[in-house]
């Protein structure tokens, strides 16, 4: 079991950019696949970003690849999702999740553990 509190949202600027964080409890947090998942007012929670166990490989919605970079700290238990050239349609509650077992990383059903999510509002 994992317990994710993720940090670092605020308010910033188009073009602007945040760091957000996630921290996990457990010695078990380096085994989790872990993935950014997001959910505006009105929509559905949607994929973002996710990252493996070892960050060998990480993989990005369409719409962040190449502004967002998720990468992790297994020393520290912490998850990360530096955010660039932000727009004002990135602006949603950002949730961190983690997973067992790997494939589907884009399917919020296959996450077993989430935080509480942090607010990003970008204006224009």
């Known amino acids: 079991q994992v317990q994710l509190v993720e940090s670092g949202g605020g308010l910033v600027q188009a073009g602007g950019s945040l760091r957000l964080s996630c921290a996990g409890s457990g010695r078990a947090f380096s085994h989790y696949l872990m993935g950014w998942f997001r959910q505006a007012p009105g929509n559905e929670r949607e994929f973002v970003a996710h990252?493996?166990?070892?960050?060998?490989?990480?993989y990005y919605a369409d719409t962040v690849q190449g502004r967002f970079t998720i990468s992790r700290d297994n020393a520290k238990n912490v998850l990360y999702l530096q955010m660039n050239s932000l727009k004002p349609e990135d602006t949603a509650v950002y949730y961190c999740?983690?997973?067992?077992?790997?494939?589907?990383?884009?399917?919020?059903?296959?996450?077993?553990?989430w935080g509480q999510g942090t607010q990003v509002t970008v204006s224009s």
């Open positions: 990252i493996s166990a070892d960050s060998g490989s990480t």
């Open positions: 999740a983690a997973k067992a077992y790997s494939g589907n990383y884009y399917d919020v059903s296959q996450y077993r553990y």
